[in-house]
């Protein structure tokens, strides 16, 4: 795991010029050396500092690349390594790190920092793919090689889900979870209707063509001020020509493509859209009860399908394409009740503010987590295309600020009401 997501980091990299590498100062990215370095940071911090004991491998590292010390729009000021340099640092890490691994079985204790420095590397190389989408860059090239999946018969629909106890969140023996995801806990859901599939950029294209972006009644107050001040017309990289939307991918405009979930949408949006549709988005809680939960019993599965790790086959994960395929694609993804491509393709928003589950304990990474738990930022779930599959499982919480529109994005709906 820790040379296979270090390949995937420099492969991310590795075909900009050094121009590139001097990105702008922008609020929603960091300079991409700053980043290299900070993945490198992160590794010898928690692998070999904390759990080794192991002095810096520069003296100079936690005024460079800690992301809790170094504000963000200090980072293109500091005296930071030269790419050559910076590169160079990032295989001292991996050697050292992977020169220190036990001979045979990794006690669990140790295990658990391993996983975290590749999980958190993991996640840097979803923000490289969506940086270079940021600033007009060539596409990455996929991380694997992948036959494209069979074409997608059309799935539309809800599914009803009874309700009931649920217990939301990670049971303990995983092998690794992050703490805002422990520990599992009883909820009580209310019987719902969720849509088989994510909104599609067709359905969402009706919405704007439907002057949805010029119509305050289908926005809240704080959405409605976001759109104005961002001046918001449709999705972000979306342009119409001749009567015809597309959308910018990566450095090439292309054509919307009415089958793809409509991605780059905040939660803003898929607010407005599900006002629009007469429909409203679900709670976390009831986004994990319908990947999964098995209807005639408690039980819940790892993953829609069942139990078995993401294959190929099972949706669009591991950039093997690079962008999302059908929102109808991978019937063999579907969960129990029929929700298809719960994981992978793109990641969607929910209802539901991030906020610790009960009896919450922190974990030896204490800035994961912790300080995000505001109104201010929203639960995603799922995982997209660019998502590692090693990452991603039902409980997994992603979050992020409702007016984020850069990362990989998109929604499904419910039923406003059961009756």
């Not at 940021?134 to 990455?140: R, V």
Request: glycine share 8%; proline share 9%; hydrophobic share 40%.
């Amino acid at each position: 795991m820790l040379t296979d997501a270090r390949r995937r980091t420099l492969e991310l990299q590795a075909d900009l010029s050094d121009e590139q590498m001097r990105v702008p100062q922008l609020p929603i990215i960091n300079p991409i050396v700053w980043e290299l370095g900070h993945v490198a940071w992160f590794q010898e911090k928690w692998v070999l500092r904390h759990l080794r004991g192991e002095p810096p491998v520069r003296p100079d590292a936690d005024a460079l690349w800690d992301s809790a010390a170094v504000a963000h729009d200090d980072r293109w000021q500091l005296p930071l390594p030269a790419r050559a340099q910076t590169l160079a640092h990032l295989q001292e890490t991996l050697d050292r790190a992977i020169a220190r691994l036990p001979v045979g079985d990794v006690p669990d204790e140790a295990a658990y920092f391993y996983w975290l420095a590749v999980m958190h590397e993991d996640m840097h190389g979803e923000a490289f793919t969506y940086t270079r989408q940021t600033l007009g860059y060539a596409a990455p090239g996929p991380a694997v090689a992948a036959e494209p999946p069979a074409p997608a018969t059309p799935v539309s629909g809800d599914v009803f889900i009874p309700g009931g106890e649920f217990l939301l969140g990670a049971a303990p023996g995983v092998t690794f979870v992050f703490d805002n995801e422990k520990w599992a806990h009883p909820v009580q859901v209310a019987p719902f209707s969720i849509a088989r599939t994510p909104v599609t950029n067709g359905e969402f294209a009706a919405f704007v063509d439907d002057e949805g972006y010029q119509r305050h009644d289908l926005w809240s107050e704080e959405g409605w001020a976001w759109r104005q001040h961002a001046g918001a017309e449709h999705p972000l990289y979306w342009s119409r020509e001749g009567g015809r939307w597309f959308r910018r991918h990566y450095d090439r405009t292309v054509p919307l493509g009415a089958n793809l979930p409509v991605i780059h949408v905040n939660w803003y949006e898929a607010e407005a859209y599900c006002h629009w549709a007469g429909r409203r988005l679900p709670t976390e809680a009831e986004w994990e009860m319908a990947a999964s939960r098995e209807p005639a019993s408690t039980r819940k599965r790892a993953y829609p399908w069942g139990d078995r790790s993401p294959s190929p086959q099972r949706g669009f994960l591991d950039a093997r394409s690079v962008g999302c395929g059908p929102a109808a694609a991978f019937p063999q993804s579907d969960s129990a009740f029929g929700c298809r491509q719960m994981l992978g393709n793109v990641w969607e928003w929910t209802a539901s503010d991030f906020r610790p589950y009960p009896g919450f304990v922190i974990d030896p990474y204490k800035e994961y987590s912790e300080p995000w738990f505001t109104p201010a930022y929203k639960v995603l779930r799922g995982g997209c295309w660019a998502t590692r599959s090693r990452l991603i499982r039902n409980t997994w919480r992603n979050f992020y600020t409702k007016d984020r529109r850069d990362i990989f994005g998109g929604f499904r709906t419910c039923l406003l009401s059961v009756d």
